[in-house]
């Protein structure tokens, strides 16, 4: 049986930071993950910059190399109003075939190690961490996603409707017009939105999310809103389709027991606003692979404490902001008030993709763009 200081499961954003972050802090490192890469991963490859941040002080310092920057937000309301503008940073849509990649060659150039399983079974004994009965590590990370075994082994099950997303992705040609993401809201599903994010080599990565309700969604009716919402799209020239679930960071699990953390998707760490995941997935795996190296023993506790004072301000406020916006007209009322006034699209926008925070100024704004009986509800409380 092989013996390492921090075992890493899952080799996405979210392993190959705690893997990074584990290597600076001096720890022997192997990184597992049941597919070789680089591999396709569903999701809609949008790379904010708040994640370069993350990954330039892990010493990754340009992971989108090559790709184009996308400097604009395009958002369409439930009911049709729009707004569009430059975001606070650009952003970029890099296919995580390609991120992924670049990422765990970052994590093996930095000294960590890679081997092709995948993990089923996790014990703790005589102050290790078992893995299959194969590995023995001081310390795991668990960040194998959304299906996590080691959030099973943890004792806790997937996230119950309400705050888990189903979503379809695909490649179709980049049409005319600014460089920009675009997320069209649904009408007559909501809360569901298809979004189109330009590449910047003539391909778009293309989608629709909805949260689950009560019901499963099949592939088909993903595809038809998909289409209803994105009617320039030719259904023709899409390829690459794959669904994925999306849990969101409004019902986590805890951080992690004893020697044992979970970072990423395996924590439910995807912003029920936007669906975006990957800042949470670096910053999460950092934050993770450092305890787990410094702190084995105690790793779960000293996470804990680090993600609470990182992101914890910023966790509850998108919860409220998710309540909110489950009521189509506030949505429809955040799109107007953030197309009369860039502040308010900014620190939405912040909100959204990055580690941003509410405040009572756009509070103020977003009541005041409700419709009549609705706007004077919310401000008089009656």
Same mark, same amino acid.
């Given at each position: ?44 490859? +949008? ?85 299959? +009965? ?28 309400? =705050? ?44 629709? %999310?909805?949260? !689950? ?6 592939? #088909? ?24 679930? !999306? ?15 979970? #970072?990423?998707? #395996? ?44 992101? +914890?301000?910023? !966790? ?31 620190? !939405?926008?912040?909100?959204?993709? +990055? ?21 004077? =509800?919310?401000?008089? %409380?009656?």
């Amino acid at each position: 049986m092989e013996t390492v200081d921090v075992a890493v499961v899952g080799a996405g954003p979210a392993g190959a930071s705690a893997a990074l972050a584990a290597r600076r802090a001096g720890a022997s490192v192997l990184l597992l993950d049941r597919a070789d890469f680089p591999r396709d991963k569903a999701c809609g490859d +949008g790379i904010a910059a708040h994640a370069l941040d993350v990954l330039a002080e892990l010493g990754v310092p340009d992971p989108v190399s090559g790709f184009v920057p996308v400097p604009a937000l395009r958002l369409v309301a439930p009911d049709g109003s729009e707004v569009a503008r430059r975001l606070p940073r650009p952003a970029y849509t890099v296919p995580r075939q390609v991120f992924d990649a670049r990422l765990v060659a970052a994590a093996l150039a930095a000294g960590a190690r890679f081997r092709r399983h995948q993990v089923r079974r996790v014990v703790v004994r005589d102050g290790l961490v078992l893995l299959d +009965g194969a590995v023995a590590a001081r310390a795991v990370v668990g960040a194998d996603g959304a299906g996590s075994a080691v959030r099973r082994a943890l004792g806790h099950g997937a996230n119950p409707d309400g =705050h888990l997303g189903l979503a379809i992705r695909g490649y179709a040609p980049a049409g005319v017009g600014p460089v920009e993401q675009r997320i069209v809201a649904s009408a007559v599903h909501w809360p569901g939105y298809a979004w189109s994010f330009p590449i910047g080599d003539g391909r778009a990565n293309i989608g629709y %999310g909805e949260v !689950l309700a009560g019901r499963p969604l099949r592939r #088909a009716e993903l595809l038809d809103r998909l289409a209803a919402l994105l009617p320039e799209v030719d259904p023709a020239t899409v390829t690459g389709l794959r669904a994925h679930h !999306l849990p969101f960071s409004t019902r986590r699990p805890v951080p992690g027991r004893g020697r044992i953390v979970l #970072a990423g998707d #395996a924590l439910s760490l995807v912003n029920p606003l936007t669906g975006e995941g990957i800042f949470y997935a670096v910053l999460s795996g950092a934050l993770a692979g450092a305890a787990a190296a410094n702190s084995p023993g105690i790793a779960a506790g000293r996470y804990a404490a680090a993600l609470r004072q990182r992101l +914890g301000a910023h !966790l509850r406020h998108s919860a409220v902001a998710y309540r909110l916006a489950r009521s189509r007209p506030i949505v429809d009322a955040v799109v107007r008030a953030a197309g009369r006034d860039e502040r308010t699209f900014r620190v !939405l926008a912040e909100l959204g993709l +990055g580690d941003g925070r509410l405040d009572v100024r756009t509070l103020t704004r977003v009541v005041g763009a409700l419709p009549g009986a609705a706007g004077r =509800h919310f401000r008089t %409380g009656v």
